[in-house]
């Protein structure tokens, strides 16, 4: 095809480009050169980041397996530590109330034991920093349960041995229930430390 163009070379626009037009006037042997070199770095880089996550990942797995072997002795480790803050705890209470306060249990707990009166039985005795708490049950043939606790609390009020270190000896609860045919009625009596 002929093409006929009046314009002087160096004015005319021409849709296709050129290298020269746009100011790159290396060799296609250096553009190919750089290309390559880049390819190449990339590719290095990426290598180079794949190995990296793989160490990371074998070292996490590595880990991880060293975990899973010290799991179980950490677990035991954690229950020993929490059973010793418990007891640490509890022996912190009998010691602030057996050595700073200098209560001589001994002759309360005699007390209650000899004031208890027939068919009245403690199941769990309670001493924390404020108060003492006993629960317990009565049973009558006559239907006196009510009264027997009355005497209870009444007797313990009268001995001065025991009331010495209490501020007040109440009745927090009492409920009547049945247990196999036979009226049983549970109490909670709560007597505070001064």
Do not use: C
């Not at 290095?44 to 070292?59: E, K, Q, R």
């Not at 039985?121 to 001493?127: E, Q, S």
């Amino acid at each position: 095809m002929i093409d006929i163009n009046l314009i002087p070379a160096a004015l005319r626009k021409n849709g296709q480009r050129d290298a020269n037009a746009v100011g790159l006037n290396y060799p296609k042997e250096v553009l190919w050169g750089v290309g390559t070199v880049l390819v190449l770095l990339l590719a290095t880089v990426h290598l180079i980041l794949g190995a990296l996550w793989y160490m990371g990942n074998s070292h996490l797995a590595k880990n991880n397996a060293e975990w899973q072997r010290v799991l179980p002795d950490k677990t035991t480790m954690d229950s020993m530590k929490k059973e010793s803050t418990d007891l640490t705890k509890k022996i912190g209470v009998i010691t602030d109330m057996t050595v700073q306060k200098t209560v001589l249990w001994s002759p309360k707990f005699n007390a209650i034991s000899d004031n208890l009166p027939k068919g009245l039985w403690l199941r769990k005795m309670v001493l924390d920093k404020t108060s003492l708490t006993m629960e317990g049950s009565v049973v009558s043939k006559n239907q006196t349960e009510i009264n027997n606790v009355g005497a209870f609390i009444f007797a313990l009020k009268q001995n001065a041995d025991f009331m010495k270190d209490f501020s007040s000896l109440e009745v927090n609860s009492i409920q009547r229930g049945k247990n196999n045919a036979v009226d049983v009625t549970d109490f909670t009596v709560m007597a505070k430390l001064k």
